[in-house]
């Protein structure tokens, strides 16, 4: 009998850097790796989702979603018009990328992704047939944006351009000059921009960060309540942005998922309530201070260099001199913390390790603690 082998645009696919180490961890391990909010979702939420259960029929919704909750992500961005047409509700924001990039990406086709970046990106790109390319942000920068590079990066085969702020990994988000130059070069050029902003409403600068589609019309907007509602578990996402990119993902998304959990949706609902609002503050806050925290404990405890996150939920700890970023973390295994090699990010990030502060205070110091231990094997 012959041996299975897949097809080759899945050849050489493997589950992430992240889920490996996960799978390997010893039992009593501290995860400092995976990026989930510890938080529980709010009240708000869970109210709308119990009535939902109890007093109502939860059969398919539209391929496309709620057309309620359309409307209520079309006001979000007023490049949509406020057209729901122009929103597709999801199965998280991972299954938008999914959807966004085979909607846009054809054989041979070049996407230019940030480095360092979701360990996703490159990994889609190879499933749509196209050949990734990338643009730094320097390490040395404190992995900022870099107009010079991106602009020097962009080729006659650039199709798309996938930007995320605040960043997956280093919490760095992108400044109004930063989008308004990245908006400039890709209009110049012609591509697509695929903006991942899961992470917008987690944010530390005065102001919420800026979405990339008030800059240019020709961006798909990834996003969804995953994390800033701490709804992982739940798979509600969004895609939105052309009207034709929309309307081809949506023909993917109802073959893949069919719809977005309905009782998801139906609680997404009260998202933008004020209640709803005042509990996304409460987690910026909570976040906040556990990313100064840990901070604290890295200078205090380790007497090393960190990146000073403008969001999200990570920072990127320097282990340069005691190695490369995997051997660092698989010796941090053996002590029982959770952390993610740089590697896994992107060439640019080698040397570093991603580390979560999605715990609470006593969790960060003995993960600190932990990390300590490790390093001590590896010097």
Known sequence: MNSFAPPKRLQGIEKSVIRQ???RALPGSINLGLGEPDLPTPEVIRRAAVKAIIEE???YTTHAGLQSLRE?????????????ERVVITAGSQES???????????????????????????IVKMAGGTSRFY????????AFDADEFRGALTPRTKVVVCISPSNPSGRTL???DLANIAE???DHGAYLVSDEIYRELYYTPRRPESLSSFHDRTIVISGLSKSMSMTGWRLGWLCGDEAVVRAALVLHGYVTTCASTVSQKAALVAWTTEAEEARAAFRETFRARRDHMLGLIESELGMRAVTPDGAFYTMLDVSEFGDSMKVAEALLEERVI???????GSEAEGFLRVSFCADYDTLAEGVQRIKKGLNRVR
């Open 339 to 345: 952390t993610v090699p740089g590697a896994g990010f």
């Open 57 to 59: 029929q939860n059969g």
């Open 136 to 143: 730094r942000l320097p390490r040395d920068r404190g992995f």
């Open 185 to 187: 070069a890709v209009r």
């Open 97 to 123: 990328l999914y959807l966004a990039l085979l909607s846009l990406v054809d054989e041979g086709d070049e996407v230019l992704l940030p480095n360092p970046g979701f360990v996703a990106y490159p990994t």
């Open 21 to 23: 180490l996960l799978d």
């Open 175 to 177: 400044s109004k000059d």
């Open 72 to 84: 209520k992500v079309a006001a979000q961005y007023p490049y949509l018009e406020q057209k729901p």
